[in-house]
């Protein structure tokens, strides 16, 4: 396969007071462009931790990871995340919160009205564009995420990663986010990496599901390739 992005070897140690503590050991993963992936497994099984190794938050103790051949060692916005927790700006609105990001990334290279029109197409993607003037604090939880994920996409990441999104969501609000981030894979094409507890979410979202084994010394365990039509 053509590895677009290239986990390669990648071992991650942390020093505790109580000694050296192996989280990961030997994890290789190849994703190839416009692939979506589920990590699953226990909590605490390093799940969060890989995705920040690729998300450039923390650096791998040996190994390390390959975006298109070149190393990833630090953030960027090749690299867009969502958090189970929303994270927005409380003082800024709905809009305001996306277009902070599109500023910061496109702010040197595009006009003020392209940084417009891709903070508003992009919250129109996940049916938020008729709350633009709203602050988070006035709309729902699922509505946050649904902005969360409109930020992370305005910045056009080569890679989108996604630590279980849905994760505090009821039911409901869980099943018409899947519903959306399903539509936006098929306009889209994004290389994800998605963590989930959730086997049924990962079937139903993924191409490819990998199953991580339990730590400490934490590696991959299965990879299965999930064939269905969407």
């Given at each position: 396969?053509?590895?677009?992005?290239?986990?390669?070897?990648?071992?991650?140690?942390?020093?505790?007071?109580?000694?050296?503590?192996?989280?990961?050991?030997?994890?290789?993963?190849?994703?190839?462009?416009?692939?979506?992936?589920?990590?699953?497994?226990?909590?605490?099984?390093?799940?969060?931790?890989?995705?920040?190794?690729?998300?450039?938050?923390?650096?791998?103790?040996?190994?390390?990871?390959?975006?298109?051949?070149?190393?990833?060692?630090r953030?960027?916005?090749?690299?867009?995340v969502?958090?189970?927790?929303?994270?927005l700006?409380?003082?800024?609105?709905?809009?305001?919160?996306?277009?902070?990001?599109?500023?910061?990334?496109?702010?040197?290279?595009?006009?003020s009205?392209?940084?417009?029109e891709?903070?508003?197409?992009?919250?129109?993607?996940?049916?938020?564009?008729?709350?633009?003037?709203?602050?988070?604090?006035?709309?729902?939880?699922?509505?946050?995420?649904?902005?969360?994920?409109?930020?992370?996409?305005?910045?056009?990441p080569?890679?989108?990663?996604?630590?279980?999104p849905?994760?505090a969501?009821?039911?409901?609000?869980?099943?018409?986010?899947?519903?959306t981030?399903?539509?936006?894979?098929?306009?889209?094409?994004?290389?994800?990496?998605?963590?989930?507890?959730?086997?049924?979410?990962?079937?139903?979202?993924?191409?490819?599901?990998?199953?991580?084994?339990?730590?400490?010394?934490?590696?991959?365990?299965?990879?299965?390739?999930?064939?269905?039509?969407?």
């Amino acid at each position: 396969m053509n590895a677009y992005l290239n986990i390669d070897n990648v071992d991650m140690t942390f020093h505790t007071q109580s000694g050296t503590f192996h989280a990961l050991r030997n994890i290789n993963l190849k994703i190839a462009k416009g692939e979506f992936v589920s990590l699953i497994g226990h909590s605490g099984c390093g799940k969060s931790t890989v995705l920040n190794i690729v998300a450039g938050l923390l650096n791998a103790t040996r190994g390390g990871v390959l975006l298109e051949n070149r190393e990833v060692n630090r953030p960027g916005p090749d690299r867009a995340v969502v958090f189970q927790n929303h994270s927005l700006l409380p003082w800024l609105s709905v809009y305001d919160n996306v277009r902070i990001a599109v500023d910061k990334v496109f702010g040197k290279t595009t006009s003020s009205a392209e940084r417009d029109e891709m903070t508003r197409l992009n919250l129109k993607r996940v049916h938020m564009d008729h709350a633009i003037h709203k602050r988070p604090g006035e709309i729902s939880g699922g509505m946050k995420q649904r902005v969360g994920i409109a930020r992370a996409l305005a910045m056009q990441p080569k890679v989108l990663l996604m630590d279980e999104p849905f994760g505090a969501l009821d039911a409901l609000t869980r099943a018409h986010l899947q519903e959306t981030v399903m539509e936006l894979q098929v306009e889209l094409g994004n290389t994800v990496i998605m963590i989930t507890h959730d086997v049924d979410e990962a079937v139903l979202l993924s191409d490819g599901i990998v199953m991580m084994t339990n730590g400490p010394a934490v590696t991959i365990g299965e990879v299965l390739k999930v064939d269905l039509p969407r």
